[in-house]
T-cell receptor, first 118, second 115 residues
């Protein structure tokens, strides 16, 4: 199967600190990774799309200096929430997709990271 | 523009009942993919099915079945003989080949199966 892992699963931090979340595709190479944010009882909100070796594409309204995304390899993407504030508290989910021969493949999701900023 | 509508915000049924989750999508493109994902209380989205726009065959997988009808732009999901473990939020999503190339999610349907 296609497995995506995220670390950490839970993080509690003080306001003003930075938090890094890792997303790994364990058994496939992900040319594209996505970062989502989900508020309680709401749908997933796409924050940004990252392609390996290039800069991430951010959705409208998402501060790229606030949410730093790095996709350094075909199996690893990181999201850093810089100078976190209580309003950044949320459930962050990464997703990985591979393209094979130009065909669209399924997006697989990580287990999510719950961030609580005090 | 692409849009997915899951009109049922919450559904509650008693175990062993059949339940259908509705999904209606909007797109002007002819080539697209439709997905269903399950999000249990743990939070992780679990992939259930992917269907491309050229394949209107209905699919059955155990107690799960999907009815894809292009004429009504719907991709409904039915759980037969529901079980408590089916309790989760279910998301329908659309992916269009042209354009932004990203998943567009519906708002989700929270399904509660009561014993």
């Amino acid at each position: 199967g296609a497995v995506v892992s995220q670390h950490p699963s839970w993080v509690i931090c003080k306001s003003g600190t930075s938090v890094k979340i890792e997303c790994r595709s364990l058994d496939f190479q992900a040319t594209t990774m996505f970062w989502y944010r989900q508020f309680p009882k709401q749908s997933l909100m796409l924050m940004a799309t990252s392609n390996e070796g290039s800069k991430a594409t951010y959705e409208q309204g998402v501060e790229k200096d606030k949410f730093l995304i790095n996709h350094a390899s075909l199996t690893l993407s990181t999201l850093t929430v810089t100078s976190a504030h209580p309003e950044d508290s949320s459930f962050y989910i990464c997703s990985a997709r591979r393209l094979a021969g130009g065909l669209v493949e399924t997006q697989y999701f990580g287990p999510g990271t719950r961030l609580l900023v005090l | 523009a692409q849009k997915v509508t899951q009109a049922q915000t919450e559904i509650s049924v008693v175990e062993k009942e059949d339940v259908t989750l509705d999904c209606v999508y909007e797109t002007r493109d002819t080539t697209y993919y439709l997905f269903w994902y399950k999000q249990p209380p743990s939070g992780e989205l679990v992939f259930l099915i992917r269907r491309n726009s050229f394949d209107e065959q209905n699919e059955i997988s155990g107690r799960y079945s999907w009815n894809f009808q292009k004429s009504t732009s719907s991709f409904n999901f039915t759980i037969t003989a529901s079980q408590v473990v089916d309790s989760a939020v279910y998301f329908c999503a659309l992916y269009v080949i042209q354009g932004a190339q990203k998943l567009v999610f519906g708002q989700g349907t929270r399904l509660t199966i009561n014993p």
